[in-house]
């Protein structure tokens, strides 16, 4: 029984509402992906510290797909001898609930990826430490997410191009 | 110390000779485009506009990041990569950097009528 079969049987029995799956890429590199709701997502945070304390907190990545948010954290288990098990953890929120709990003390590091996604997406994630702004501008305005891909992300009069000569030249001068 | 220096003395002598395949500036050449519309699709930094009524393109290359995917993806090699590289300039819509202003946009307009009804003509 390989890493990642062991780690996927280990989660189905610990966490059965969980939808668990490995995927295989056309180099042979096993990926296994979850999808859990957001009730058990910090208890799974949780077991993943507790099934390697050295687990390796990759990157967060925040996405519009319509009507809910995803959430999706890579993670990389047990690499001390290669290759690691690769961990991708999905959540997904409700666009008019976007909220989370906050997993900065499991993963210290989470506490940056919250952050971009809070002004990113505008996931609220409970009982963060920090809730600053950490790429935007000061004076970005309130309300508008730029990964929005609905009415809450960049407006049109927002967007700027330096324009093309030709149509400078045919409009203006 | 008693070397000569191993640098090259650029504006005394020629600048260091490019290599084969450099990617210099953009090269148009207006009667071979067909418009196509490929180079615009596959442009990451917006240099092209596209003139449907003549069915040409208006190139900026003051905007050009030397990717060469346009010229790869011309089908009659309408676009090639030059040697020159020394493309500094006090203005930024400088003649050297633009391919088809307006008012040559409008000679080819009107030279395309021509052919058209030239070519009406002959099939009457």
Redesign the interface.
């Given at each position: 029984m390989s890493k990642e079969e062991y780690f996927v049987e280990l989660v189905k029995k610990t966490f059965p509402n969980a939808d668990v799956e490995i995927k295989e890429n056309k180099w042979g590199r096993k990926r296994v992906w979850v999808k859990i709701p957001r009730e058990s997502f910090r208890a799974f945070m949780k077991f993943l510290k507790e099934f390697d304390e050295d687990t390796h907190y990759s990157i967060a990545i925040e996405e519009d797909i319509g009507d809910s948010i995803d959430f999706t954290i890579h993670f990389l288990l047990k690499f001390e001898d290669a290759p690691g098990i690769s961990l991708l953890v999905k959540t997904t929120v409700p666009k008019d609930d976007p909220v989370l709990p906050d997993i900065s003390d499991i993963f210290p590091i989470s506490l940056q990826f919250e952050r971009e996604a809070m002004e990113m997406i505008g996931i609220d994630f409970e009982n963060a430490p920090d809730k600053r702004r950490l790429f935007l501008p000061d004076d970005f305005p309130e309300g508008i997410y730029p990964l929005r891909l609905d009415e809450k992300g960049i407006p049109e009069e927002m967007v700027k191009n330096a324009g093309h000569p030709y149509l400078l030249r045919r409009g203006g001068k | 110390m008693f070397k000569k220096p191993a640098t090259n003395l650029f504006p005394k002598t020629e600048p260091v000779p490019v290599p084969e395949g450099f990617r210099g500036k953009i090269v148009y050449n207006v009667d071979k485009c067909v418009g196509c519309r490929m180079c615009v699709t596959v442009c990451p930094a917006?240099v092209f506009?596209y003139?449907p009524e003549i069915r040409k393109v208006?190139l900026?290359t003051?905007r050009c990041v030397f990717c060469k995917q346009c010229v790869d993806v011309c089908p009659t090699g309408a676009l090639q990569m030059s040697d020159e590289f020394l493309l500094a300039s006090y203005d930024k819509?400088d003649d050297k950097f633009?391919y088809?202003?307006?008012e040559e946009a409008e000679e080819i307009k009107r030279k395309q009528e021509e052919l058209k009804k030239a070519k009406a003509k002959k099939s009457q």
């Open positions: - | 917006g506009v003139l208006a900026w003051g819509y633009i088809l202003t307006p």
